[in-house]
């Protein structure tokens, strides 16, 4: 369970971690994002751990198949509004089977994250659980050097 923009930035770096250590054990890892209050505007929520194994597609697989498929990238900032992002991301995964959202800075990352418990919310109609994979980029922008976080959002 995290709480705060802290903590979520914090459990989603260390999961993106943890894939560096599982996957030469044939292992993959995501997580499955969840509201534990009814007020959904806290950020209060639950990253249940999902274990997979390395040939159902690691993220970085992921990307490029949605790269190579024209696929859409979400951006997300700190001031972004994550019920909206949220109910992109739904979209999205509903329309391709497959979601991007690209941060950069903890606010952002925690939006991204928040975002994808929305999206959960939003389809729960579907029967279908999904489950968000985070892997590292590097971005260059004006001769800069910048660190992002993807979560590649799909159906388990």
């Known amino acids: 369970m995290v ?8 459990a989603t ?7 560096r250590y599982l996957r030469p054990e044939g292992r993959d890892i ?20 999902v274990l997979t194994p390395v040939d159902r597609g690691s993220a970085a697989d992921n990307l490029a198949l949605t ?14 509004r994550h019920v909206r992002a949220g109910s992109a991301t739904s979209h999205q995964l509903r329309s391709r089977g497959i979601a991007v959202l690209c941060s950069v800075g903890q606010e ?3 939006n991204s994250v928040t975002a ?6 939003f389809l729960e109609d579907t029967g279908r659980q999904m489950i968000v994979q985070p892997c590292h980029v590097v971005l260059h922008r004006d001769g800069q050097e910048l660190h992002s976080i993807k979560l590649v959002v799909s159906h388990l």
Request: hydrophobic share 40%; glycine share 6%.
């Open 67 to 80: 790269d190579n498929a024209g696929g859409h990238e979400t951006r997300i900032a700190s001031t972004s």
């Open 30 to 49: 995501a997580f499955t994002p969840r509201f534990r209050s009814t007020d959904h505007s806290r950020a209060l929520l639950e990253l249940a751990i």
């Open 116 to 121: 994808t418990a929305h999206a959960a919310c």
């Open 108 to 110: 952002a990352l925690a």
């Open 13 to 19: 770096k260390a999961i993106m971690q943890a894939r």
């Open 3 to 10: 709480a705060g923009n802290p903590s979520i930035s914090t």
